[in-house]
């Protein structure tokens, strides 16, 4: 059965930062492109990064310039830094996995597509005051 674990999670003040990550099990990991993804109280989820099995990556507009997504293969681990963090940036953030080689993203600069991503973490809670 397919896992994903994120952690890393907690609170900080408005500028500055927090690394995430999600460590996954029984998947051929480096075949999977992987994704993050949030989602604040009373929102829709919304897609934040994702990067391919050739460790291409996307972000949403929100999130270029301030956050980086990378992955190690070897340890099957992928990472989210978050730096120059926003009260807005407050959710409960989760990663996921799709068998797609390719990242799918939505148009308008909205992230990776959630509809493409089959697997999922349970998430870990980002609380940004100001």
């Known amino acids: 059965q397919v896992q994903l674990v994120e952690s890393g999670g907690g609170s900080v003040q408005a500028g500055g930062s927090l690394g995430l990550t999600c460590a996954a099990s029984?998947?051929?990991?480096?075949?999977?492109?992987l994704g993050w993804f949030r989602q604040a109280p009373g929102k829709e989820r919304e897609g934040v990064a994702c990067?391919?099995?050739?460790?291409?990556?996307t972000y949403s507009d929100s999130a270029k310039g301030r956050f980086t997504i990378f992955r190690d293969n070897a340890k099957q681990t992928l990472a989210l830094q978050m730096n120059s963090l926003k009260v807005a940036d407050t959710a409960m953030y989760y990663c996921?996995?799709?068998?797609?080689?390719?990242?799918?993203?939505?148009?308008?600069?909205?992230?990776?597509?959630?509809?493409?991503?089959?697997?999922w973490g349970q998430g870990t809670q980002v609380t940004v005051s100001s």
């Open positions: 996921a996995a799709t068998a797609l080689r390719r990242c799918e993203t939505l148009r308008g600069g909205q992230g990776p597509n959630s509809g493409a991503f089959a697997f």
């Open positions: 990067i391919d099995v050739d460790g291409l990556t």
């Open positions: 029984a998947l051929t990991y480096s075949q999977y492109s």
